[in-house]
Nanobody, 123 residues
Framework: QVQLVESGGGLVQAGGSLRLSCTVS????????MAWFRQAPGNERDFVAG????????YYADSVKGRSTIFRDNAKNTVYLQMDSLKPEDTAVYHC????????????????WGQGTQVTVSS
């Protein structure tokens, strides 16, 4: 069974940085495209960033482009989301997701999900 475990969330002041991590169990990580989504209270789960299985292609939502970097370490079965210049509107639960296909901005296209990690940005 594939498990995704996120870590790295927390409380940070506006303008600060956080690095989220997501570790995937099993030996399939190298074949999975990975993504981060976020969900604020009362909102839908929104795509934040994605990375292809090889790591050669990355994708970002306009809301985080230029402030966030997604990257992966296939030797550690881990994908990261480095978030800089954080804003209060970045406050949400951040979920890691994996798919056997290509990165897509729709949550329905993902096969596996983590439980999420809370990110809170104070003004």
């Amino acid at each position: 069974q594939v498990q995704l475990v996120e870590s790295g969330g927390g409380l940070v002041q506006a303008g600060g940085s956080l690095r989220l991590s997501c570790t995937v169990s099993g030996r399939i990580f190298n074949n999975l495209a990975m993504a981060w989504f976020r969900q604020a209270p009362g909102n839908e789960r929104d795509f934040v960033a994605g990375i292809s299985a090889s790591g050669g292609n990355t994708y970002y939502a306009d809301s985080v482009k230029g402030r966030s970097t997604i990257f992966r370490d296939n030797a550690k079965n881990t994908v990261y989301l480095q978030m800089d210049s954080l804003k209060p509107e970045d406050t949400a639960v951040y979920h890691c997701a994996a798919t056997w296909r290509f990165v897509r901005p729709r949550s329905d296209d993902y096969n596996y999900w983590g439980q999420g990690t809370q990110v809170t940005v104070s003004s």
